[in-house]
């Protein structure tokens, strides 16, 4: 119940996670002059199949964080824009804003989108963003699928609203929307463009199953220009250009803002397995079930009377995240007991934290009912600790 955070690895994956550890192993030099470039070209394939984008917009990176601070740290801003974010995001969007703020002298504010998280509509997310744009606003920074509480933004409906307000406005003024939707990727069936947003970020260790350590960035071609790389790439292209001084030549941009050095190559090579293993269920059918194992979960714990639910039931609010509160129990304790019962449940790592389940892919409707069993029996005793 807890296989968002990192993933076990399928067995396709875990295969060329070792058929590549072992050709390092022996050869490094020779496995890496031999293999990197296609292989990595193969990464960039299937993931360009999977969100349906043109690979040579996407960069490689080793996680969410990595992701939002390259995103970020590297975006062109000026004096005194704005860059707009919620209380409900996660630590890593935060201080990655709030450290460009610091150096660039911009201005960083947070938010709150809701005033009842049960009651809430997407209508009140819209517009209550909409409420807080500024003429300065240059960043709108928002996460897919709180891991605080489960909700997820209705993120096209978002991005055509600030559509219409940079209709009004300069392109260097125009309202850049960056995504963290690291918990959306390998639930949602849903093509990149057709999200809306400007940049997603997404850690590939989590929902997706991909090896642990990998993620990546994708921009709009359109929107690719404002953001700059503040890692050198070792794109073999730019490298040479660099090194055999060159005429400058067409790099993709997604090659230019992977950062360069040495990574856990065995990792990153095994990624293009994990795009081909949801591609093969097909994403429609790893979407349904998903959601279909959260909605039983979330049914079942409404009819327990000491249970209360901070997760939206609705779909188009929820994802594969549910969070609720245990009377007479920390949620520490609650996670530590069903842990006992071999149950993996985690807690919120946020200020206000609840007890989180999140079936996935892997997690059958027998193991639903069994958890739901276990918060029962929980319901009928206190915590040890009071």
Same mark, same amino acid.
């Given at each position: ?83 707009? +974010? ?65 909700? @997820? ?52 260790? @989590? ?122 129990? @920390? ?28 079936? +996935? ?18 319901? @009928? ?6």
């Amino acid at each position: 119940m807890a296989c968002f955070f990192l993933a076990s690895h399928p067995a396709s994956v875990r295969a060329a996670i070792d058929r590549h550890r072992r050709g390092l192993d022996e050869n490094p030099i020779g496995y890496w002059l031999d293999h990197s470039e296609h292989l990595e070209a193969e990464v960039l394939t299937a993931a360009g199949d999977y969100l349906g984008v043109d690979p040579r917009d996407i960069a490689l990176t080793d996680s969410t964080t990595m992701g939002l601070g390259l995103l970020y740290g590297g975006l062109t801003l000026r004096a005194g824009q704005d860059l707009l +974010s919620t209380v409900h995001d996660h630590y890593s969007t935060e201080t990655s804003l709030r450290l460009r703020a610091q150096r660039t002298g911009t201005r960083f504010r947070r938010i709150a989108l809701y005033r009842d998280l049960m009651a809430v509509t997407r209508e009140e997310i819209v517009d209550t963003l909409l409420n807080a744009v500024r003429p300065e606003t240059r960043v709108v920074a928002l996460t897919w699928v709180h891991s605080s509480t489960g909700l @997820k933004l209705p993120i096209r409906d978002i991005a055509d609203a600030l559509a219409r307000e940079n209709a009004k406005r300069a392109e260097a003024d125009r309202i850049v929307l960056c995504v963290d939707g690291v918990h959306g990727l390998g639930v949602e069936d849903v093509r990149l463009p057709d999200l809306g947003c400007d940049f997603f970020v997404a850690g590939t260790h @989590k929902w997706l199953f991909g090896p642990r350590g990998t993620g990546l960035v994708w921009g709009r071609p359109e929107a690719w220009p404002v953001a700059n790389p503040i890692i050198p790439t070792f794109n073999e292209t730019a490298y040479r250009i660099w090194m055999e001084d060159l005429p400058p030549q067409p790099v993709p941009i997604g090659a230019i803002m992977t950062p360069g050095g040495f990574h856990s190559f065995e990792h990153r090579w095994a990624l293009s397995e994990a795009f081909r293993f949801h591609l093969a269920i097909g994403k429609t059918r790893v979407t349904e079930r998903i959601h279909a194992l959260n909605e039983q979960l979330k049914e079942g714990l409404q009819r327990l009377p000491g249970v209360t639910l901070r997760t939206p039931r609705s779909r188009t609010l929820s994802a594969g995240i549910t969070c609720f509160e245990l009377a007479g129990w @920390k949620p520490e304790d609650a996670v530590e007991a069903l842990r006992r019962q071999g149950i993996m449940a985690s807690v919120t790592p946020y200020a206000t934290r609840y007890i989180r389940l999140a079936p +996935s892919l892997v997690t059958s409707p027998e193991e639903v009912d069994r958890c739901l069993a276990a918060v029962r029996e929980l319901e @009928k005793r206190p915590s040890m600790s009071g």
